[in-house]
């Protein structure tokens, strides 16, 4: 019974890979600001693109989830224009090996630097 038990917790291991979480501040240059209109079926939304300024704190799992990253207006304390830096609360969770994108970034609590 004890081999079995292992055995399962073995696998799960495995399938799950070395999970982790990491949580820090990061700074981001405002890269562009899109724009896409209200339509009659469509509310309109803006787009704020955000790329990393410098090294990441140490821990950060991949860097290029960060290049490129969207985040609402909204989320941003304070209006920004493209050329602008922020700082934000970033937090990267790896999901397991099985997963297409094994790591996922989130962005969170932004605001001018």
Do not use: H, Y
């Amino acid at each position: 019974m004890r081999k079995i038990a292992v055995i399962v917790l073995a696998s799960c291991l495995v399938l799950t890979g070395c999970a982790g979480d990491w949580q820090a501040e990061v700074r981001l240059k405002v890269t562009k600001i899109e724009e896409e209109p209200a339509q009659p079926t469509f509310p309109g939304r803006t787009d704020v693109w955000l790329d990393p300024i410098g090294e990441l704190p140490d821990g950060a799992f991949d860097r290029e989830n960060f290049v490129g990253k969207i985040v609402q207006p909204e989320e941003i304390d304070g209006d920004v224009k493209a050329g602008d830096e922020v700082v934000c609360i970033a937090k990267q969770r790896t999901v397991g090996a099985l997963q297409t994108n094994t790591v996922q970034t989130e962005l969170f609590r932004c605001r001018r630097a």
